[in-house]
């Protein structure tokens, strides 16, 4: 398997730090908002990794955390009126729906900035013992990146480079590229924690190196993890100033290999708030499946940038019809191992997810299918064995595992399902006593709303006709 490693900037061999297992770390969100299309594409290029890998046989251990103290966090506790635990634990709950609803797999674990105080406090003890930090009068820690000779050696990029923006100078900073490990206590309206270094809280980018510390890291290898991923726009300075922390408090490097998707943008813009076109997920799940919405984010190579538009989206619907319309021709087969799916999906994903090349081998799999079955339609282990591809692009691709007729269901308003059903209940109640002539009226009048039905050994199945 090969992947893009951003700091060689070439693709490299993947060779785990210990045979068979892979631990992952990944930015998650800051819980001050509701998750945006920017969240969705991080978490399903990393969700389609993790499962690439566990296909491949590796033990993953995946984590990913949230970032819930934050200057956008206090921001929005002074808005809202809630509690810190209140506010953070809302969006939380929130971008969990959403990735819920995206198919996206739980990590193993999601630690919380809060919940890693200790961890930081003996990152930033050690950094200060060994001078690569030092505290201004006012309670504020910096690390000093003069000091660090690798600094800017990850991402090759540097604060005084061109187009690359720094946070405005503060009074005793000692250069201007250096960054906060702790902030002191600013008064009234601050969130505050106690710490062997005074009341404060901690810098942004401090909580990543203390949460893989705690969770992840080997303590016997020259790197702490094997893969380190996020957004594009993390690679500098969060992820430059993560790597330089970490080697110079503990003596190891952060990671073997780091990855980053890129941008989600909308109108051929980079998707942000500050340009009023964010698109929150849980607006777009109002409109499209999250199954749908999933296979549409997934279809673009995670290091090229998507630009979100409805009429891709709705392509990428189409061609999910087409699993599912193949899925109903096997519906209710006990699936079995299909003979070759596996190895031919994976091939092309073992090349730094290349996703297209990978749908490429699902459409033929779908055309492949449909022609066999159309020439074999009673052929018993055929359809288990389609059943059992289709189980397979489930498992590494997350799509195809729902009920066919239900996915087709979709966008059906409730009422509008419940009076489907209650025609459906009657034409049985009347099958039953042989009363076809109401039977066949019943079919018509759902003919008409243009639900199209089948009577299976299992009750009567239906799904809406375009």
């Known amino acids: 398997m090969v992947l893009f490693d951003s700091h060689r900037g070439e693709k490299v061999k993947f060779e785990p730090l210990k045979p068979d297992e892979v631990r992952i770390y990944v930015c998650g969100p800051t819980v001050y908002d509701d998750a945006h299309l920017g969240h969705a594409r991080s978490s399903l290029t990393f969700d389609l990794l993790r499962r690439v890998l566990e296909a491949e046989g590796y033990r993953v251990k995946f984590v990913k955390n949230f970032t819930d103290i934050d200057d956008k966090i206090i921001k929005k506790m002074g808005e809202t009126g809630e509690s810190l635990e209140e506010l953070t634990q809302r969006y939380i709950d929130s971008y969990l729906r959403d990735m819920g609803a995206l198919k996206v797999k739980r990590p193993d674990i999601e630690p919380r900035a809060t919940a890693t105080l200790p961890e930081m406090f003996k990152l930033i003890s050690a950094l200060l013992e060994k001078g690569f930090a030092y505290q201004l009068p006012n309670g504020d820690i910096y690390f000093d990146t003069s000091k660090d000779p690798e600094y800017c050696q990850l991402s090759h990029k540097c604060p005084q480079d061109e187009g690359v923006a720094r946070v405005e100078h503060t009074a005793g900073k000692r250069n201007p590229a250096d960054f906060a490990l702790w902030k002191g206590c600013k008064g009234e309206g601050d969130v505050c924690f106690d710490s062997p270094f005074g009341a404060g809280r901690p810098g942004w980018h401090i909580e990543c190196s203390a949460m893989i510390w705690k969770h992840l890291a080997y303590s016997d290898t020259p790197y702490q993890i094997d893969i380190h991923g996020g957004g594009a726009d993390l690679f500098f300075p969060h992820h430059e100033n993560e790597e330089a922390q970490t080697f110079c408090g503990t003596g190891q490097h952060l990671a073997k290999y780091w990855l980053h998707n890129g941008f989600v943008k909308i109108d051929g813009e980079k998707m942000s708030k500050s340009l009023g076109n964010s698109f929150f997920v849980k607006d777009a799940l109002k409109s499209y499946p999250g199954e749908v919405l999933r296979f549409y984010l997934l279809s673009t190579h995670y290091r090229a940038p998507l630009n979100f538009n409805e009429e891709d989206l709705l392509s990428a619907k189409r061609r999910l019809d087409r699993l599912y319309r193949l899925k109903k021709r096997v519906y209710g087969v006990k699936p079995e191992p299909h003979p070759t799916l596996k190895g031919e999906l994976l091939e092309p994903l073992r090349d730094d997810l290349n996703i297209s090349k990978g749908l490429a081998v699902v459409d033929q799999f779908i055309k492949e299918s449909n022609e066999k079955l159309t020439q074999n339609p009673k052929d018993k282990r055929l359809k288990r064995q389609i059943a059992g591809g289709i189980e397979i692009i489930d498992q590494i691709i997350g799509v ?42 019943i079919r018509e009048q759902l003919r008409e709303m243009g639900i199209q039905i089948q009577d299976t050994p299992t009750g009567t199945i239906w799904e809406k006709v375009e």
């Open 400 to 441: 195809g595992g729902e009920d066919p007729y239900r996915y087709f269901q979709w966008g059906i308003p409730q009422e509008t399902k419940a009076k489907i059903e209650e025609l459906i209940a009657r034409r049985l109640e009347a099958k039953k006593v042989k009363d076809w002539t109401t039977a066949d009226q």
